[in-house]
């Protein structure tokens, strides 16, 4: 029989394997656009997604755009395909990587504590985990700042779901928000961009963000709460 791994190489293998499929996916685009179709889809589209609190309601339609009117519709394609590959990777690497944030000394603990009583209290109803997924791409598909794979993949674990259901719900999230933002922005093209750019649109998609994400947190302490008193009353 072969030897398993050892525990370090394999904790290395999985923290190192999202960013090499993200560079050969970088690198596999590149035979398919132009340089400068590429430079717009990565530096323009990608980065701009992972790094910024931008959401895709601006970044897909800046993306096509930027592209112009006489893109071919597989360049279009494949910039909406990348935006939501950056989900896809970072909540890959988030359901593989999650158990290191739980060895952290005191953090780790308090991770644990609450995934287990959020998900004890979620579990106890039929549908409370089908409901909790659902809610969760929801958030991920919503257009609006802040509702990128990182905090959805974060919350997602916090609440109690399983690594691969999180991971399926940030996918289908982030597929069900692409898609349509991608055919308006190829339908309306400036008029979309320059509304969504517009600094009341912005203001609301930002404060949204932020009572979505403050609804997150309070349904993880109601969760938690109720959790913790049927532990004592049990």
């Given at each position: 029989?072969?030897?398993?791994?050892?525990?370090?190489?394999?904790?290395?293998?999985?923290?190192?394997?999202?960013?090499?499929?993200?560079?050969?996916?970088?690198?596999?685009?590149?035979?398919?656009?132009?340089?400068?179709?590429?430079?717009?889809?990565?530096?323009?589209?990608?980065?701009?997604?992972?790094?910024?609190?931008?959401?895709?309601?601006?970044?897909?339609?800046?993306?096509?755009?930027?592209?112009?009117?006489?893109?071919?519709?597989?360049?279009?394609?494949?910039?909406?395909?990348?935006?939501?590959?950056?989900?896809?990777?970072?909540?890959?690497?988030?359901?593989?990587?999650?158990?290191?944030?739980?060895?952290?000394?005191?953090?780790?603990?308090?991770?644990?504590?609450?995934?287990?009583?959020?998900?004890?209290?979620?579990?106890?109803?039929?549908?409370?985990?089908?409901?909790?997924?659902?809610?969760?791409?929801?958030?991920?598909?919503?257009?609006?700042?802040?509702?990128?794979?990182?905090?959805?993949?974060?919350?997602?674990?916090?609440?109690?779901?399983?690594?691969?259901?999180?991971?399926?719900?940030?996918?289908?999230?982030?597929?069900?928000?692409?898609?349509?933002?991608?055919?308006l922005a190829v339908l309306i093209r400036d008029p979309l961009l320059e509304a969504l750019e517009s600094p009341t649109a912005q203001s609301v998609s930002f404060v949204a963000g932020i009572l979505i994400i403050v609804a997150f947190i309070a349904a993880v302490v109601v969760l938690y709460l109720r959790g913790k008193?049927?532990?004592?009353?049990?």
């Amino acid at each position: 029989m072969p030897r398993p791994l050892p525990e370090a190489v394999f904790r290395l293998a999985l923290f190192a394997l999202p960013p090499a499929i993200a560079f050969l996916y970088l690198v596999s685009l590149l035979p398919l656009m132009t340089w400068e179709q590429w430079s717009i889809v990565v530096f323009g589209g990608m980065a701009v997604y992972m790094f910024a609190p931008f959401g895709t309601e601006i970044v897909i339609p800046a993306v096509v755009v930027a592209l112009g009117a006489d893109a071919p519709v597989h360049v279009v394609v494949l910039a909406v395909v990348s935006i939501v590959m950056v989900d896809v990777l970072i909540a890959l690497f988030i359901a593989w990587n999650w158990d290191l944030l739980e060895r952290i000394p005191r953090l780790g603990g308090a991770l644990r504590r609450v995934e287990e009583k959020c998900h004890a209290i979620i579990a106890r109803r039929r549908w409370g985990e089908g409901a909790a997924l659902a809610a969760l791409a929801a958030y991920v598909a919503l257009p609006v700042q802040m509702t990128g794979g990182l905090f959805s993949s974060v919350l997602g674990r916090v609440m109690g779901l399983g690594k691969g259901r999180v991971f399926a719900a940030v996918v289908a999230g982030s597929l069900a928000g692409a898609v349509p933002m991608a055919v308006l922005a190829v339908l309306i093209r400036d008029p979309l961009l320059e509304a969504l750019e517009s600094p009341t649109a912005q203001s609301v998609s930002f404060v949204a963000g932020i009572l979505i994400i403050v609804a997150f947190i309070a349904a993880v302490v109601v969760l938690y709460l109720r959790g913790k008193r049927n532990a004592a009353a049990g």
